[in-house]
């Protein structure tokens, strides 16, 4: 089993800088991707970006690009999310999903809880 949970949310003030950590523990050998998406109230959860094992497979979403990286641990432990030049657009409670491959060689999506980035204008 695999466990993720997020930290480092925080407020802010527009062009701040925050960075977000995502912790996976148990099985994290089956870890194929760790991927921060992101829930702003009254708006669809939105993808922000993933990291593939050994770093492989960085991608962002629209709104990430060019303010956002990415970055990790090549051995799924952990990832990160640096976010700078916050505007108040970007809050939302920021969520880390990790990818993993099962024992019968499913795929499955384990969710964290969850952190608060607030950006104030």
């Known amino acids: 089993q695999v466990q993720v949970v997020e930290s480092g949310g925080d407020f802010v003030q527009t062009a701040d800088s925050l960075r977000l950590s995502c912790a996976a523990s148990?099985?994290?050998?089956?870890?194929?991707?760790l991927v921060w998406f992101r829930k702003a109230p009254g708006k669809d959860r939105e993808f922000v970006a993933s990291f593939g094992r050994d770093g492989h497979g960085i991608t962002y979403g629209p709104s990430a690009q060019g303010r956002f990286t990415i970055s990790g641990d090549g051995s799924m432990n952990a990832v990160y999310l640096q976010m700078n030049d916050l505007i108040p657009g970007d809050t939302a409670i920021y969520v880390c999903?990790?990818?993993?491959?099962?024992?019968?060689?499913?795929?499955?999506?384990?969710w964290g809880p969850g952190t608060q980035g607030t950006v104030s204008s």
């Open positions: 999903s990790a990818r993993a491959i099962n024992v019968d060689r499913t795929e499955s999506n384990v």
């Open positions: 148990g099985h994290t050998n089956c870890i194929l991707n």
